[in-house]
């Protein structure tokens, strides 16, 4: 019933910046969570930032200072600015989006940091 895809993703040396989109589609009215995690290789999916439909906003301790989440409703997107990036960021980055009891996963972009 919603659709996601992230796009954004990219090469960036260390010390760059990267924003990256989530775009949404079909029924999204009732989505009430929003957020981008990131899976690198050998690693488990981890939870990078959210936001709420009210705005309310969330930050791992790891990108805390360096990254911000945000949204723009008219235009169902999404962004995950990604400033100061460090290597250990190199990760494929997801969108999901939520309410009480769905939950809805983009296919991912490919963020690569180089030192």
Known sequence: ??????SGGGLVQ????????C?????IV???YMGWYRQAPGKQRELVAQIT???STNYADSVKGRFTISRDN??????LQMDSLKPEDTAIYYCKAGNGLTAYWGQGTQLTVSS
Not at 1 to 6: A, S, Y
Not at 23 to 27: F, H, K, R
Request: proline share 0%; charged share 15%.
């Open 1 to 6: 019933q919603v659709q996601l895809v992230e």
């Open 14 to 21: 260390a010390g760059g910046s990267l924003r990256l989109s």
């Open 23 to 27: 775009e949404a589609s079909g029924s």
């Open 30 to 32: 009732s989505i009430t």
């Open 53 to 55: 439909s009210r705005g």
């Open 74 to 79: 008219a235009k169902n997107t999404l962004y």
